[in-house]
């Protein structure tokens, strides 16, 4: 018999997986270019790349259980790579 921890973790996977399965989505639309110009399509498809790196590290590879420090890191991590696509993506446009 589940207990309804089990139930509500499962619960929450599902729903990570299917958001994660709408960001994928949505980012192939964006990236086929439907009536987008310039650098925004890419500002929008890394971040919505970002998204779902933190929602796979967090619920994936269990980070929500981790140290705040190892959180802090990795999400860091996340935005400085984040701002470093975009700063380039902008300045080069």
């Known amino acids: 018999m589940r207990t309804t ?3 509500n973790s499962e619960r929450s996977l599902s729903l990570v997986f299917v958001g994660l399965l709408l960001l994928t989505g949505s980012s192939l639309w964006l ?11 890419t ?4 971040t919505i790349a970002g998204a779902k ?7 994936f590879v269990e980070l929500r259980h981790a140290p705040l420090a190892l959180k802090l890191i990795f999400d860091g991590w996340i935005v400085a790579v984040w ?3 975009i700063g380039l993506t902008l300045i080069h446009g």
């Open 43 to 46: 500002v929008l498809i890394v």
């Open 53 to 59: 790196l933190h929602l796979v590290g967090m619920h």
């Open 31 to 41: 990236a086929e270019g439907h009536s987008f110009s310039g650098s925004w399509p």
């Open 83 to 85: 701002g470093l696509i």
């Open 5 to 7: 921890v089990q139930n």
